[in-house]
Nanobody
Framework: VQLQASGGGLVQAGGSLRLSCAAS?????MGWFLQAPGKEREFVAA????????YYGDSVKGRFTISRDNDKNTVYLQMNSLKPEDTAVYYC?????????????????WGQGTLVTVSS
């Protein structure tokens, strides 16, 4: 499967953005990760194929919401109350086995990333 992330941009602190990840076909468990300059890629959120169960990294709980539209093969990340420290490239990825959804090594397919810049 091929993944295409979009929706990034420049936003002021406190603002909102919605990222989209369009897949070329059916996907299973999906996740979002971020990578800030000079730092390792880290877990943001994940959603299971069945029942839509969601998981979040501690830094985004209560501010970000992951959702999916299986008919459109698209996963979304609604980001509210953005902070300058949220500035990063955001990647979507697929975890076909549904194991350790917070672990980037469990993800097989990755999108190209979309840049989110939050100004103070």
């Amino acid at each position: 499967v091929q993944l295409q992330a979009s929706g990034g941009g420049l936003v002021q602190a406190g603002g909102s953005l919605r990222l989209s990840c369009a897949a070329s076909g059916r996907t299973f468990n999906m996740g979002w990760f971020l990578q800030a300059p000079g730092k390792e890629r880290e877990f943001v959120a994940a959603i299971r194929w069945s029942a839509g169960i969601t998981y979040y990294g501690d830094s985004v709980k209560g501010r970000f919401t992951i959702s999916r539209d299986n008919d459109k093969n698209t996963v979304y990340l609604q980001m509210n109350s953005l902070k300058p420290e949220d500035t990063a490239v955001y990647y979507c990825a697929e975890n076909p086995r549904g194991m350790r959804l917070w672990q980037l090594t469990e993800y097989d397919a990755w999108g190209q990333g979309t840049l989110v810049t939050v100004s103070s």
